[in-house]
């Protein structure tokens, strides 16, 4: 592959290869940042704060305040925006050293004897999704081998709400990882990355498509 892959860049291939190849390989679109996106940012940056340093979170985020009291009673608090990484042999390396196969951040890692617990703050829509906390736990195994049992959970800020325990599996991520970098290997190896037309078609960058249409 041309470049470390992540949850995002994977998600892009599966969705569609030539979206991929645009964002992630001529890398010729323009890199614009919505007002969700600003957001999402502000809140990850704020509850990090709040967790590693104990810094008060703003006026507009008091709501999510429970979920830092809660984590910091719990304790076992092992990483906050924690940067995983890891060569092609599966094993931990640092997260921008030159033979990174695949890196990740993971928004807060609770670990306790053999188990761990990973969380992830969402912003956006609820979609319970697994595969990103899969992935996380992938990266995470590598780097803690003892472990036993690794759960995760999303938190659903805009709704409140703490999403579903997933029981989460670092082999089955490793096996779908792989499947994925294979599939964008042969892409890149043929120099063939073909559209996926899909309902998210009208939110894409890459206007040239023959798929691309304006949003109603």
Known sequence: MNAPWS?????QF????????HKYVAKDLPFVQTPE????????????????????????????????VALLARGGIAGVEMKMAVTVR??????????????????????????????????GKRREDPSELDTFAYLLKAL??????????????KEDQVGETHALDPRRAYHTIAGTVASI??????????????????????TTCQHWREKK
């Open 14 to 21: 599966r969705n569609c290869p030539k979206a991929y190849y």
């Open 144 to 157: 803690l081998p003892g472990l036993v049992q690794i759960r995760g959970a999303y938190i659903w800020l």
């Open 7 to 11: 949850h995002t860049s994977l998600t």
């Open 37 to 68: 996106m600003l957001r999402g940012i502000a809140v990850h940056e704020a509850l990090e704060a709040r967790l590693a340093e104990r810094a008060p979170l703003p006026e507009d985020m008091a709501a999510y305040e429970k979920y830092a």
């Open 90 to 123: 599966g094993t931990p390396t640092p997260y921008w050293a030159g033979d990174v196969w695949g890196r990740g951040k993971a928004d807060v890692v609770v670990v306790k004897g053999h188990n761990a617990f990973i969380l992830d703050w969402k912003t």
């Open 185 to 206: 290997e042969d892409c890149e190896e043929r120099g063939v990355w073909a559209p996926t037309p899909s309902g998210l078609c009208p939110w894409c960058p890459v």
